[in-house]
């Protein structure tokens, strides 16, 4: 099972929980008790808006990502209400037939004030599922789980692998397209490097420009080594996409990126506007690795601190390059290419 299966799967195991609760909560309010209709109404009804918000909606509107906030989130609750109201139907009826009810008694139960009742509680719920799920994609996958449990409300010091992946010959290319067409460019780049984002484990920490800079846990960067995977599965992405870019664009867009790890400083910070930031100079170097690939004409470049860490490298060639002299570093650091068999 793929890392991105095995998440959705554990989201969706979320939302029912969350649903049954929530249908746990409205019998013990409405009918001051609890048995299994609770359960019976609240995790189909998680059961249908999981699935839709993480299987169906993905792959058959490609366009959302393209939509603000506030009009995913009107046309998504306008969705729901009648998916809702269809769902809600059919547990009702069914109920009433269990509970030995006719069919000729069936439109009276449909239409009776209870039943209203119940799609606009399931509505609420909805409303507040869908609400999470899009500040989480706002902020970052995991960022509100942080905010929530505290995590860095005060700094920790934590190893963390970085990647800092850039465009090549972006400023040609902004000239080229114009300030519009240009980001419309990247907003589309980006969005290629959410399927190896998911798959690899990374975290994305910042977008700069035309660059995005994704960081790992140390387990879950050297796991598979997922911290070299995700270059090379971008790649595949732009590769298989090499077409759209020309035909829309004019351009084949090219990426470098540059490889470190090390120890920062990682805390919350802000008031107005609060924020998780990683301090350290394994960012510098990081960053510094990445402009050396104009240099030694590379597109990946790694650290050798880096490359004592990853495990017998399978599927991927390493060479080493230089010991460089980064600015700002005291002692020389070996660099090395990486590049995958073919």
């Known amino acids: 099972m793929s890392h991105q299966l095995s998440q959705k799967l554990k989201s969706l195991g979320m939302i029912c929980l969350m649903t049954s609760f929530a249908g746990v909560i409205y019998q013990l309010i409405s009918e001051r ?32 990502h393209q939509w603000s906030f506030t009009k995913i989130l009107i046309i998504k609750t306008l969705l729901y209400t009648s998916v809702i109201y269809v769902v809600t ?17 069936v439109p009276a139960l449909l239409m009776s004030p209870g039943v ?73 780049l980006f969005h290629e490097i959410s ?30 080594s997922n911290c070299l995977k995700i270059f090379f599965m971008f790649q595949e992405n732009l590769a298989r996409n090499r ?27 802000g008031d107005l506007k609060r924020e ?6 394994v960012l510098n170097t990081a960053a510094r690795i990445q402009n050396e690939c104009n240099k ?12 004592d860490r990853l495990q017998p490298i399978e599927g991927y060639e390493c060479e080493r390059v230089a010991a460089v002299m980064l600015r700002g570093k005291e002692t020389e650091v070996e660099l090395f290419s990486v590049s995958a068999n073919r």
């Open 33 to 64: 008790r609890l048995d299994y209709n609770s359960v019976l109404f609240g995790l189909p009804l998680g059961l249908v808006f999981g699935v839709l918000e993480l299987f169906v909606f993905p792959k058959v509107d490609v366009r959302f």
């Open 89 to 105: 139907v059919a547990l009702t009826t069914a109920v009433g037939l269990m509970e030995g009810k006719s069919w000729s008694d």
């Open 116 to 188: 209203l009742i119940l799609v606009l509680y399931t509505l609420v719920v909805y409303g507040l599922l869908l609400f999470f799920l899009q500040i989480t994609r706002l902020l970052g996958k995991g960022v509100l789980w942080k905010f929530i449990i505290g995590k860095y409300h005060k700094p920790r010091e934590e190893e963390r692998i970085f990647l800092f992946l850039d465009m090549k010959s972006s400023t040609t290319v902004a000239e080229q397209l114009g300030h519009v067409r240009f980001y419309a460019l990247l907003n589309e």
């Open 195 to 224: 399927q190896p984002v998911l798959h690899t484990k990374a975290e994305i920490y910042q977008y700069v420009g035309d660059e995005v800079v994704l960081t790992w846990e140390m387990e879950h960067g050297l796991l598979n």
């Open 243 to 269: 077409e759209h870019y020309f035909t829309n664009f004019g351009v084949h867009p090219e990426f470098k990126a540059g490889l470190h790890f090390g120890k920062v400083v990682s805390a919350q910070i």
């Open 276 to 281: 998780i930031i990683y301090n350290g100079d």
């Open 296 to 307: 030694y004409q590379r597109e990946f470049l790694i650290s050798g601190a880096i490359m």
